[in-house]
């Protein structure tokens, strides 16, 4: 399984180091999952090509569940591409698929944080102020000003 190494290694070193802190723990979750042994140049080619866009936000475990099941499911298609003269000239012709995975992350993501299962830390809503005071503020409200003469 060293050959993962060459090809997760550089991708892993371009990351901020909290991504790549994360996308190492998923490469060890990967490196102990038996399903890996069966397309590990698959599953990782794929994490290369998604790390950079995903969230990391889910569980290693989860998220090695959710690469490892697009890569079965998409592995008649992975090969496909893999060995086509497109991918070999330009790499990120991949994109194409891989795209969906990275869209199923981010709406798990966002399903998971809406049903409260998953707290990212960053803060759901943002509040602006402006100085109070009459006159202050940069535009008046029409319907606010109707009401009140009501």
């Known amino acids: 399984m060293m050959l993962h190494r060459k090809i997760i290694g550089p991708a892993l070193a371009n990351l901020p180091k909290d991504r790549s802190?994360?996308?190492s723990d998923v490469v060890d979750v990967l490196?102990?999952?038996?399903?890996?042994q069966a397309?590990?140049?698959m599953v990782f080619l794929v994490l290369k090509e998604t790390m950079a866009l995903l969230p990391t936000h889910l569980t290693k475990k989860d998220f090695a569940n959710m690469l490892l099941t697009f890569v079965g499911r998409h592995h008649q298609v992975l090969n496909t591409i893999i060995f086509d003269r497109r991918f070999i000239e330009n790499p990120a012709f991949l994109r194409h698929l891989t795209n969906d995975l990275v869209k199923d992350v981010i709406e798990t993501t966002l399903e998971r944080c809406r049903d409260g299962e998953l707290q990212t830390?960053?803060?759901s809503?943002?509040?602006?102020?402006?100085?109070?005071g009459e006159g202050h503020f940069p535009y008046t409200d029409e319907e606010e000003d109707a009401d009140e003469e009501e």
């Open 21 to 23: 802190a994360y996308f």
């Open 31 to 36: 490196e102990k999952d038996p399903r890996t």
């Open 39 to 41: 397309r590990p140049n």
């Open 121 to 123: 830390g960053d803060q």
């Open 125 to 132: 809503f943002y509040r602006m102020r402006f100085p109070s």
